[in-house]
Nanobody, 122 residues
């Protein structure tokens, strides 16, 4: 079993930046994908960034490409979401996910989820 512990988030004005972190605890050797999803009020959850752990290959949704990055600290089993030039449309609950599978997509590999953290852009 793997537990994901998220931190960060909060409120920021449009154009600002925020950073989220997600630490994987437990049997992390079964993982090859970690990523970030978000769910805005009244909308479905969408994938926004994934990373193949160890290889550091990253993938982004068009909505965040060029503004968000997903660096990782592999020895700490931690991934981050660095969010720049935030827009009100980025307001959502952000979830970390981890699992094993094809990391260049946003489904099929999400076995474990974080608790979610609120990001509000005004």
């Amino acid at each position: 079993h793997v537990q994901l512990v998220e931190s960060g988030g909060g409120s920021v004005q449009a154009g600002g930046s925020l950073n989220l972190s997600c630490a994987a605890i437990g049997k992390t050797n079964v993982l090859n994908c970690m990523g970030w999803f978000r769910q805005a009020p009244g909308k479905e959850r969408e994938g926004i960034a994934t990373i193949i752990t160890l290889l550091h290959n990253t993938y982004y949704a068009d909505s965040v490409k060029g503004r968000f990055t997903i660096p990782e600290d592999n020895p700490k089993n931690t991934v981050y979401l660095q969010m720049n030039n935030l827009e009100p449309e980025d307001t959502a609950i952000y979830y970390c996910a981890a699992g094993r599978g094809a990391c260049d997509r946003f489904d099929g590999w999400t076995n474990f989820w974080g608790q979610g953290t609120q990001v509000t852009v005004s």
